[in-house]
């Protein structure tokens, strides 16, 4: 069966620190894989997706980036944090367009 | 655009009791597939049910099932026999073409002893 891990699950940074967020799939191969942020209070919003190695699309400008390395690793990555990138991280994956997309455990990251 | 509308912010239920969460959503395509996700206090986005849009049948999954008004563009989750395991945030969401899942904004549930 297919599982996702994502790590680390909880993370203080300062203003202007380097972020990064991994995140892993195992069971399956060439999955399109997701970033997800929540907001408190607030939907999930898309920031990335990937259809495969070294494919990265933005879905909303700002100061995240992201990778993916290998086949089944996708990171998140900040060179300065801001307050605003506050949130949950959720990372996701699935087999493809219209398919159901399954989420990893979520990471919290708090700037301050 | 592809909107997703959930217009209770929370709902309570008796333990045993059943509830019914509402979403109402707009997409120009014929193709596509809605969700219900459930997200404990744990913040894991687990899927609890999902609508393929060109199957007439409403799915179901044990305790949930949906009621899928295409017409209505109307999906909504109903939950029998509630557990306090099922206290926890909901979120109807919608995937057509594209990449990108639409979520709601989340009904707040509360399953009360």
């Known amino acids: 069966s297919q599982t996702i891990h994502q790590w680390p699950a909880t993370l203080v940074q300062p203003v202007g620190s380097p972020l990064s967020l991994e995140c892993t799939v195992e069971?399956?191969?060439?999955?399109?894989l997701y970033w997800y942020r929540q907001a408190a209070g607030r939907g999930l919003q898309l920031l990335f997706y990937?259809?495969?190695?070294?494919?990265i699309s933005s879905e909303v400008p700002q100061n995240l980036s992201a990778s993916r390395p290998q086949d089944r690793q996708f990171i998140l990555s900040s060179k300065k944090l801001l307050l605003s990138d506050s949130g949950f991280y959720l990372c996701a994956w699935s087999t493809g367009v219209r398919n159901t997309i399954y989420f990893g455990e979520g990471s919290w990251l708090t700037v301050v | 655009a592809q909107t997703v509308t959930q217009s209770q912010p929370e709902m309570s239920v008796q333990e045993a009791e059943t509830v019914t969460l509402s979403c109402t959503y707009d997409?120009?395509?014929?193709?596509?597939?809605l969700f219900w996700y459930k997200q404990p206090p744990s913040r894991q986005m687990i899927l609890v049910i999902r609508q393929e849009a060109y199957k007439q049948q409403n799915a179901t999954e044990n305790r949930f099932s949906v009621n899928f008004q295409k017409a209505a563009k109307s999906f909504s989750l109903k939950i029998s026999d509630s557990q306090l395991g099922d206290t926890a945030m909901y979120f109807c969401?919608?995937?057509?073409?594209?990449?990108?899942?639409?979520f709601g904004k989340g009904t707040k549930l509360t399953v009360n002893p």
């Open positions: 969401a919608l995937r057509g073409g594209s990449e990108k899942l639409v």
């Open positions: 069971g399956t191969s060439n999955p399109n």
């Open positions: 997409t120009s395509e014929n193709n596509y597939y």
């Open positions: 990937s259809v495969g190695i070294g494919q």
